[in-house]
């Protein structure tokens, strides 16, 4: 289980649009095991998706997690990971919803950002075969946050307002569950 470092910022390919993957073949299979391994070990803070460029890799791949509730342990979280390969929006809503977002490659810092609420996606999977994908929330939130990686668009690029710290969010969230 090898774990890459993740890059950040000021990283020129984190700003880079990375390139299509033609191929998947050993070196590709390696990569997506590498971006599932090292997003697996990412719990401080957890996170949702990881693409290549946040590795240092210039290809359009990216690991998205969707997260839903255990069907047999109603109080545990479980997650989906998908991994999409030359990720393309097809289609989106027209309702947005804007939420708080971070970024692995950008340490405590975290920001609101507007996303659409809807969204389908067609990609490869790791074996090559294209397929679509419809997701909504905050899975949509993740799929949008990792194909704009891919495309060098950092979440900060989309703060509507002003980042803040890890502390100033933890803030307003115990004082959002206060209420």
């Not at 599932?36 to 693409?51: F, R």
């Not at 990720?87 to 975290?110: A, R, V």
């Not at 704009?148 to 509507?160: A, K």
Request: charged share 30%; aromatic share 6%.
């Amino acid at each position: 289980m090898p774990i890459k470092t993740i890059v950040t910022i000021p990283e020129p390919v984190l700003r880079q649009k990375a390139t299509k993957v033609k191929a998947i073949d050993g070196v590709i299979k390696k990569e997506i095991q590498d971006l599932k391994d090292t997003l697996e070990v990412a719990k401080d803070p957890e996170g949702a998706g990881l693409a290549a460029t946040q590795l240092g890799i210039s290809k359009q791949i990216c690991v998205v997690r969707n997260f839903f509730q255990d069907p047999t342990n109603t109080d545990k979280i479980i997650h989906q990971d998908f991994i999409l390969i030359n990720p393309k929006m097809t289609s989106t809503s027209k309702e947005t919803e804007i939420d708080w977002e971070g970024c692995l490659s950008i340490p405590n810092t975290y920001g609101e950002v507007e996303r659409f609420s809807k969204i389908k996606v067609t990609a490869l999977d790791e074996d090559g075969i294209e397929f679509k994908l419809k997701a909504d929330g905050f899975f949509a939130r993740t799929i949008q946050h990792e194909i704009d990686h891919l495309n060098g668009i950092l979440f900060t690029d989309r703060v509507i307002g002003k980042t803040i710290s890890e502390a100033e969010l933890d803030k307003i969230i115990n004082s959002d569950n206060d209420e």
